[in-house]
């Protein structure tokens, strides 16, 4: 499945060995950038998304409006209208809890099978680590990735590992500790792929520092840019967003 509508650098893999507490350092270190008062880090748990940017599908570049609404950690529901006028195409992924449906322009929402609800859980984990509330969660062992560039951006990376879930790791600004990159492998169309997500432009919303511009590859390819991300902090979910809609 596409990254929600989203190759470690050579020198994580050869890093040298490192204290046990390297990894906690670290965490302790981008959260304190992430936000000046960690009470706010809880507002990032209710959230909705919106960008504007371009998707490469195959090769030709097409305009794409992006909405996103979570609900962490079992709802998510994106939204992606490709091109404009006649030619616009809408896509809706949802999940909520077990379930989850795809509706594209012109059929019926669908229920996604087991399989692709699996896939479907691997892309939204993805997105819910970047948010860097499960830096903190229990379940979560972290482990320091070593030293690489993002750009010319010095960058330190952790690796993020669960239970049943792919393993992830940020990559933060060495000297901001913003976060810069998230890697991770899971399937799409069927096939095991690598997924990068590159992050910029961080602005300062209800008082954490959030990218503003992203990027997403698979296997090394652009697949979107999202320019002028917005986010707005929810009270509470909206229950019928989830519902299939007709």
């Keep these: 499945m596409r990254a929600i509508l989203l190759a470690l650098p050579l020198a994580a893999l050869f890093a040298a060995p490192v204290r046990s ?10 959260l304190k950038a992430y936000a000046k008062d960690p009470s706010d880090i809880k507002k990032i748990r209710l959230y909705s998304l919106k960008a504007k940017g371009i998707a490469r599908p195959i090769d030709t570049p097409e305009p794409v409006n992006f909405e996103m609404v979570a609900g962490w950690p079992g709802h998510f529901k994106a ?25 594209v322009t012109g059929a019926p929402p669908m229920e996604m099978s087991f399989e692709s609800m699996n896939d479907f859980r691997a892309d939204t984990y993805a997105v819910w680590v970047s948010t860097l509330l499960t830096l ?3 379940a979560s062992k972290l482990s320091a990735a070593g030293k690489a560039k993002v750009g010319d951006d010095p960058v330190l990376g952790l690796k993020i590992t669960q239970p049943a879930r792919p ?10 500790g913003l976060l810069r990159k998230m890697t991770y492998r899971s399937r799409d169309a069927g096939a095991t792929t690598t997924k990068d997500m590159f992050y910029a432009g961080h602005k300062e919303f209800g008082g954490l520092m959030l990218p503003t511009h992203q990027t997403t590859q698979i296997d090394g390819k652009d697949l979107y840019t999202w320019t002028d991300m917005e986010y707005k902090f ?8 989830f519902v299939p809609e007709k």
Excluded: M, P, Y
């Design 79 to 103: 939204t992606a209208e490709f091109g404009d006028g006649a030619n616009k195409r809408v896509i809706i992924l949802c999940g909520a809890d077990d379930r989850g449906w795809k509706k």
């Design 234 to 241: 929810l009270d509470k979910l909206d229950q019928k967003l």
């Design 167 to 176: 393993d992830i790791t940020l990559f933060f600004h060495e000297k901001t």
């Design 136 to 138: 903190t969660d229990a």
């Design 21 to 30: 507490d390297e990894a906690s350092d670290l965490r302790d270190r981008v």
